[in-house]
């Protein structure tokens, strides 16, 4: 599954048996799944293009708020990107 940040991988693993009466399937089989497997990766330079734009965004913001002057008044900080795992 791919989202904007991140991709998700997910594998299953196990087996499957089905009851044949003369080689002939007699009904649906039966999948038993053993073990499954989750692997996400974060996509970094997504993620630095957000960042990226949003500091554009601001400081076009600012300018157009303040009139053209954005160094007297108000300042831009740094952006700071957190990640928080879920629980």
């Known amino acids: 599954m791919k ?3 991140s991709t998700k991988h997910e594998a299953e693993a196990g087996y499957q048996y089905q009851l044949l009466v003369n080689g002939i399937p ?4 039966h999948v038993i799944i053993e ?3 989750t692997r996400k990766e974060v996509n970094e330079e997504n993620i630095r ?3 990226g734009a949003a500091k554009q965004f601001a400081s076009s913001a600012i ?3 303040l009139g053209g002057t954005p160094g007297q008044f108000a300042k831009l900080a ?3 990107i957190k990640r928080l795992t879920k629980t």
């Open 3 to 5: 989202e904007l940040f």
């Open 26 to 29: 007699a009904f649906q089989p």
């Open 35 to 37: 073990r499954t497997e």
């Open 49 to 51: 293009e957000l960042a």
């Open 63 to 65: 300018s157009m708020y």
């Open 78 to 80: 740094p952006a700071v």
